[in-house]
């Protein structure tokens, strides 16, 4: 199977479920990790023009979500969509904000890998997209189910990719200043602050 690269002006990033009362629950990555990597790949998204859509799910009782700080921090104020469903494809007004886009390569981070993650990466897969998962910015409910799930995505033909990846592939000419700061982001991530 040949490399492709991921083309910056042809992707697109779906944050899923990142939202108080699931991505905080105990996750296959500790909720500290899983901040500085949504942070970060917010960050990034944001300082090289990609469009991200944030989908979530309202409470039992029909409240608002919290979505995760770090996605606005990073990238300023967005709509939340709201679905009923586990699929953010199966969702109409979703499934429209990404085909608006024009983008065919979708980022996809969230909670859980196994359910809201991984059902519009299989969904995405069959509608022709290219699919990754931002490894460093997912969380599983456990290491078999999330490892069951990405080999499930691998096999529809998605991959994985982690932030410090994308930061070095999608930046470009390190002479260049924008290529320097994707590169900040990555080292802050490391590092952290």
């Given at each position: 199977?040949?490399?492709?690269?991921?083309?910056?002006?042809?992707?697109?990033?779906?944050?899923?479920?990142?939202?108080?009362?699931?991505?905080?629950?105990?996750?296959?990555?500790?909720?500290?990790?899983?901040?500085?990597g949504?942070?970060?790949?917010?960050?990034?998204?944001?300082?090289l023009?990609?469009?991200a859509?944030?989908?979530a799910?309202?409470?039992?009782?029909g409240?608002?979500?919290?979505?995760?700080?770090?996605?606005?921090?990073?990238?300023?104020?967005?709509?939340?969509?709201?679905r009923?469903?586990?699929?953010?494809?199966?969702?109409?007004a979703?499934?429209?904000?990404?085909?608006?886009?024009?983008?065919k390569?979708?980022?996809?981070?969230?909670?859980?890998?196994?359910v809201?993650v991984?059902?519009?990466?299989?969904?995405?897969?069959?509608?022709?997209?290219?699919?990754?998962?931002?490894?460093?910015?997912?969380?599983g409910?456990?290491?078999r189910?999330?490892?069951?799930?990405?080999?499930?995505?691998?096999?529809?033909?998605?991959?994985?990719?982690s932030?410090?990846?994308?930061?070095?592939?999608?930046?470009?000419?390190?002479s260049?200043?924008i290529?320097?700061?994707?590169?900040?982001?990555?080292?802050?991530?490391?590092?952290g602050?």
């Amino acid at each position: 199977m040949e490399h492709s690269e991921i083309e910056v002006s042809d992707t697109l990033v779906l944050f899923a479920d990142l939202q108080a009362g699931i991505a905080d629950l105990p996750l296959t990555v500790p909720y500290t990790r899983l901040q500085k990597g949504v942070f970060a790949l917010s960050r990034l998204a944001h300082l090289l023009g990609m469009p991200a859509i944030v989908s979530a799910v309202k409470g039992q009782d029909g409240s608002s979500a919290q979505v995760m700080p770090e996605i606005m921090q990073g990238l300023g104020e967005l709509p939340i969509y709201y679905r009923t469903t586990t699929d953010s494809f199966k969702n109409e007004a979703i499934k429209e904000a990404i085909e608006a886009t024009g983008r065919k390569t979708i980022l996809i981070a969230g909670a859980a890998t196994e359910v809201a993650v991984q059902l519009p990466a299989l969904s995405g897969s069959n509608l022709g997209y290219r699919v990754f998962i931002v490894v460093d910015a997912v969380g599983g409910i456990s290491e078999r189910t999330e490892d069951a799930a990405l080999r499930r995505i691998a096999q529809a033909g998605g991959s994985t990719v982690s932030v410090a990846t994308l930061a070095g592939e999608l930046a470009g000419d390190f002479s260049q200043p924008i290529a320097q700061q994707a590169i900040g982001i990555l080292f802050e991530m490391v590092g952290g602050e």
